[in-house]
């Protein structure tokens, strides 16, 4: 009996990782509907966080799962209460106070269901953008839905 309980919660858990997505409502979930209304299923279209956003920021940064509370206030110089650990953190600041952050859901294996995956190298934890940051999207399929891959375009 306790193996066949261990197994249905193993099966509900596995089944929760399959449907992970992204919030439509966070940044990054607007950020998808502009992807696909302005791109459709096409690559090589230009995105503006500024954008999706509705309220005023001159900075974003956009951390990596691996970066901890200590390292991202370090960073941005300001308490992070959203942080949430093994989640991607997208914080915009205005004048050095913060004007909105989000932690964002994520799985270790793959990108989630329409996922934003920004430029950020191997070696690095995170990337800083201004409004006027122009990105180019590239779509990626995988097993049951897509993600974005967003590119900086250098002025």
């Given at each position: 009996?306790?193996?066949?309980?261990?197994?249905?919660?193993?099966?509900?858990?596995?089944?929760?990782?399959?449907?992970?997505?992204?919030?439509?409502?966070?940044?990054?979930?607007?950020?998808?509907?502009?992807?696909?209304?302005?791109?459709?299923?096409?690559?090589?279209?230009i995105v503006?966080?500024?954008?999706?956003?509705?309220?005023?920021?001159?900075?974003?940064?956009v951390f990596?799962?691996?970066?901890?509370?200590?390292?991202?206030?370090?960073?941005?110089?300001?308490?992070f209460p959203?942080?949430?650990?093994?989640?991607?953190?997208?914080?915009?600041?205005?004048?050095?106070?913060?004007?909105?952050?989000?932690?964002?859901?994520?799985?270790?294996?793959?990108?989630?269901?329409?996922?934003?995956?920004?430029?950020?190298?191997?070696?690095?934890?995170?990337?800083?953008?201004?409004?006027?940051?122009?990105?180019?999207?590239?779509?990626?399929?995988?097993?049951?839905?897509?993600?974005?891959?967003?590119?900086?375009?250098?002025?």
């Amino acid at each position: 009996m306790r193996s066949l309980i261990v197994g249905i919660l193993f099966l509900v858990g596995l089944g929760s990782c399959l449907t992970k997505t992204v919030d439509p409502h966070s940044i990054e979930g607007k950020l998808v509907t502009r992807i696909q209304t302005t791109c459709g299923e096409s690559s090589g279209c230009i995105v503006r966080l500024r954008d999706v956003t509705d309220f005023a920021w001159d900075r974003v940064y956009v951390f990596k799962t691996t970066a901890r509370q200590y390292q991202i206030e370090e960073v941005i110089g300001v308490p992070f209460p959203q942080y949430e650990e093994f989640k991607r953190s997208m914080i915009f600041l205005k004048e050095g106070r913060l004007v909105h952050g989000e932690a964002e859901p994520t799985d270790v294996e793959a990108p989630i269901n329409n996922q934003v995956i920004f430029d950020i190298p191997d070696t690095d934890s995170y990337r800083s953008y201004s409004p006027e940051s122009q990105f180019n999207v590239t779509r990626k399929s995988r097993d049951g839905g897509s993600y974005y891959k967003l590119n900086l375009i250098e002025h």
